[in-house]
């Protein structure tokens, strides 16, 4: 499986983001599919995750305005009312039976 991250950029607090994830290869094999966001010094942290079956769960700091949706071999985060905590590097994962796979990254940056 392979991943493929886009939709990062610089926003104002308040404002809002879309991610997208493609991915390719064995794409019947994934289980799940995630975003995980990384600050600057901080461990990387699970944004949110959909299953293949549809079920979602979010972090606490994100819910109520992030959205993680899933179409075919595509995965998005619509990210609302962004604030500056949300700045991070935000990774594509997804998991099969056998492995976790990663995207390389897009950074997202929320000026104050």
């Known amino acids: 499986v392979q991943l493929q991250a886009s939709g990062g950029g610089l926003v104002q607090a308040g404002g809002s983001l879309r991610l997208s994830c493609a991915a390719s290869g064995s794409i019947v094999s994934i289980k799940a599919m995630s975003w995980y966001r990384q600050a600057p010094g901080k461990q990387r942290e699970l944004v949110a995750v959909i299953s293949s079956g549809g079920y979602i769960t979010y972090a606490d700091s994100v819910k109520g305005r992030f959205t993680i949706s899933r179409d075919s071999a595509k995965v998005y985060l619509q990210m609302n009312s962004l604030k500056p905590e949300d700045t991070a590097v935000y990774y594509c994962?997804?998991?099969?039976?056998?492995?976790?796979?990663w995207g390389q990254g897009t950074l997202v940056t929320v000026s104050s």
């Open positions: 994962n997804a998991v099969t039976l056998t492995y976790p796979y």
